[in-house]
């Protein structure tokens, strides 16, 4: 059963935010949330993880709803370096990782 | 720094025929270790995983095989290969002793075709 369910695809504006929703509605306590990247033909690339507060690195910005059935990475200006396939996973902390098939995310110029 | 490595970059073979893919990482000990295949189009899929040497977990009955002869190396395999098993192939490695998280580092991966 999916833990995590994504829109399969979506576009924005090279410069402007990109916002990816990611639903867990069924997500337990302990449980974190990660965020992949695959950009095409490469291995996927860790971006962001959180548990309950929101989160920020030199990538990207994670917001985790207060009941944390839901959260949505932010990619502040996007570039078209960005276009990539995005997996959100929830796991607990030394577990495995477990990739749904995520949202496709085009950088339109 | 950690690197890891795989080859072949590319591999074509026919039906029927062994396999042999290698993943080895380099500058860091007793990583965790996994293997996954993505098919065309489709999403990651867990093959196997390592925790140690000669330890190997399998996620999907399948007709591959894995093993970890060195800490650093894990090998997946195949005595005949379907057409079902053409697909990108993942090498990717973690290191969880003292961490609370789980960040995963991949390999350029093998992208097979079985003709």
């Known amino acids: 059963d999916a833990k995590t369910t994504q829109p399969t695809s979506m576009d924005c504006a090279e410069g402007r935010a990109a916002n990816l929703p990611c639903n867990h509605s069924?997500?337990?306590?302990?449980?974190?949330v990660y965020w992949y990247r695959q950009i095409h033909s490469q291995g996927p690339q860790y971006i962001i993880h959180g548990l309950k507060n929101n989160e920020t690195n030199e990538m990207a910005s994670l917001i985790i709803t207060e009941d944390r059935k839901s959260s949505t990475l932010i990619l502040p200006h996007a570039t078209l370096r960005d276009t990539a396939v995005y997996y959100c996973?929830?796991?607990?902390?030394?577990?495995?990782?477990?990739f749904g098939t995520g949202t496709r995310l085009t950088i339109i110029p | 720094s950690q690197t890891i490595h795989q080859w072949p970059a590319t591999l074509v073979q026919p039906v029927g025929s062994p396999l042999s893919l290698e993943c080895t990482v380099e500058?860091?000990?007793?990583?965790?270790l996994y293997w996954y295949r993505q098919a065309a189009g489709r999403g990651l899929q867990l093959l196997f995983y390592s925790v140690g040497i000669g330890q190997i977990s399998s996620e999907v009955p399948q007709n591959l095989s894995a093993s970890r002869p060195q800490d650093r190396q894990f090998i997946l395999s195949s005595k005949k290969l379907l057409l079902s098993d053409s697909g990108f192939y993942l090498c990717?490695?973690?290191?969880?002793?003292?961490?609370?998280?789980?960040?995963?580092?991949f390999g350029p991966g093998t992208r097979l075709t079985v003709l």
């Open positions: 996973i929830v796991t607990f902390g030394n577990e495995k990782l477990t």
């Open positions: 069924t997500i337990s306590g302990n449980e974190y």
């Open positions: 500058g860091t000990s007793n990583p965790n």
């Open positions: 990717a490695w973690s290191v969880l002793e003292g961490y609370s998280y789980n960040e995963q580092f």
